[in-house]
């Protein structure tokens, strides 16, 4: 199914429908394309497996021949709570890179920025040394968990968004001059002077315009003494604003949110555009979406519909011979805009605590030859008190489960930390040691993600639905699940290879080698 012309044809099919007389595209969507307004990168870190810390390299690259201001912000892992963010200018076809580091020694040192040498203009300066990552948001509130500590900031995910493109002098401020290696020539005006107020350049009439998208980003997690080099596409949201204009926001605002008004909530016009395949047959969906009655804006609510899933699917490898591990990354980009200590908002069903927002979940596992089982209560960490059996406590807003089978080299449910990536947000699943490799199911089983009605699901307040044949028909839409996205990444260990030495002869080595996959999923919907 062509996806690209499938959406047009709904486009067009609901304006039509609707007696709205425009071309425009409506509705924030997940561009297959891997372009976008707005870009998620499901997990960053600086967290240490035996000792030897992970960094994260992450790329923006503008695809576009106009000039874009954007919003970078990092999140850590546990409530989503900001560590740090800049607004970040790139000139036509321009890239950024920055790395994550640890900002020091020892293993719960926090995280810290660098610009990797990057000559793009952001605002404010990236220092030479890098900027530490900070905890203000989260050392008050329902924030504030037992750990406030900046060891907090070592994992997380990182949005960006387009704020709006550039032109006249803003644009020529911001835009590289033809010699090589050489910065923009007026970065210095492109600055807020107080965080707060707009730069002069962007207040003159015609110099910020909507934004227009073309955005993709790159994350790279890599670990020089294990071996480990994780890369990944950023998820990419366009659609987003396009109806709305520029919206610039400074380095002291906490906005934009991914739930903001920035996303079309006009009673008539579709908040989100999703295609979906059910029963074997592509259905495409324009959905619209009002506020929560209990927590989650109309636009959190149409974001978090595009990343709607029942299950999530993937591979896992515990070879002993290759001592292999696998880490699944579970994160859930609107949960912050849906929950908070009083309330839920569905598909949500969790209240925030100490111990965090602890969805439910049914883990299945396979192994290569079709047997199955669903792991006991023992075979998780934490537990909550009553858990039934096959049942884990999904927790934090980015989430990593570590596979063990109960042999040395795997990750058991004492463990402090998964085995690939080292994170400490992790839930340990424990399958027998008989089911070296193979794949596994994880179904949200909360009464929020999956009860049929009112409450459970995440359900539209109207739309349209565009069949394979593009005939489009006036519907409500119930989605099922949560919204996630992330990856699994596996490591393989081969002592017994072949290499030559100085003196010419053979000996043995050892390798390491290393993969990451993006989750397949599950989907259900009515």
């Not at 989503?80 to 800049?86: G, H, I, K, N, T």
């Not at 030479?128 to 504030?144: I, L, R, V, W």
Request: glycine share 12%; aromatic share 8%.
């Amino acid at each position: 199914m062509n996806t690209s012309f499938k959406r047009k044809a709904l486009t067009c099919a609901v304006l039509a429908g609707l007696g709205v007389a425009s071309s425009a595209e409506a509705g924030v969507f997940l561009n297959q394309s891997g372009t976008g307004q707005v870009l998620i990168y499901p997990y960053y870190t600086v967290q240490a497996v035996g000792n030897n810390a992970y960094n994260t390299y992450i790329s923006i690259t503008n695809t576009q021949a106009n000039a874009k201001v954007l919003k970078v912000r990092f999140r850590e892992g546990k409530t989503s709570a900001e560590v740090l963010d800049f607004n970040l200018y790139l000139s036509p076809n321009d890239m950024w890179v920055g790395a994550i580091v640890p900002d020091g020694q020892g293993t719960d040192a926090p995280a810290r920025l660098v610009g990797a040498g990057d000559l793009s203009c952001t605002d404010p300066a990236i220092p030479a040394g890098g900027e530490p990552f900070k905890n203000f948001a989260y050392t008050a509130g329902s924030d504030a968990l037992p750990g406030v500590t900046l060891d907090r900031t070592r994992e997380g995910y990182v949005e960006v968004f387009e704020m709006g493109t550039l032109s006249g002098t803003a644009a020529a401020n911001v835009t590289h001059p033809l010699a090589l290696n050489t910065a923009p020539p007026g970065c210095a005006a492109m600055r807020s002077p107080d965080g707060v107020s707009v730069p002069a350049p962007l207040a003159v009439a015609g110099n910020l315009l909507t934004p227009t998208g073309g955005l993709y980003g790159a994350g790279t997690l890599i670990n020089v003494v294990n071996g480990g080099d994780f890369g990944y596409m950023a998820d990419a949201l366009d659609g987003y604003a396009t109806n709305f204009g520029p919206y610039y926001f400074g380095v002291g605002s906490n906005n934009p949110t991914i739930g903001g008004n920035q996303i079309s909530l006009a009673p008539n016009i579709p908040s989100s555009i999703r295609i979906t395949n059910q029963l074997g047959l592509g259905v495409a969906s324009a959905d619209v979406y009002a506020a929560s009655a209990t927590l989650g804006t109309a636009g959190a609510r149409a974001v978090a519909s595009v990343f709607m899933h029942a299950a999530v699917l993937n591979d896992y490898i515990l070879d002993t011979g290759t001592l292999s591990n696998s880490d699944w990354v579970l994160t859930f980009p609107t949960k912050r805009e849906m929950v908070n200590a009083t309330s839920a908002g569905a598909p949500f069903t969790a209240l925030l605590t100490t111990a965090g927002a602890c969805e439910p979940a049914l883990f299945n596992i396979f192994n290569r030859d079709e047997q199955s089982i669903i792991p006991s209560p023992t075979g998780f960490s934490p537990q909550a008190p009553g858990t039934a059996p096959g049942t884990g406590n999904i927790c934090w807003e980015t989430t990593v489960v570590g596979f063990g089978n109960g042999l040395a080299h795997t990750p058991s449910s004492a463990s402090v930390a998964t085995n690939v990536l080292g994170s400490k947000n992790r839930v340990i699943v424990t399958v027998p040691n008989s089911f070296q490799n193979g794949w596994a199911s994880l179904q949200f089983t909360g009464a929020g993600a999956t009860t049929v009605g009112v409450v459970g699901g995440l359900s539209s307040a109207g739309g349209f639905t565009l069949d394979q044949n593009g005939n489009a028909t006036a519907t409500t839409r119930t989605y099922f699940g949560l919204p996630v996205t992330g990856f699994m990444v596996r490591n393989l260990n081969n002592a017994s290879v072949n290499c030559t030495n100085a003196a010419g002869a053979t000996v043995l080595c050892n390798g390491n080698y290393s993969a990451l996959f993006r989750h397949a999923y599950r989907d259900l919907a009515q």
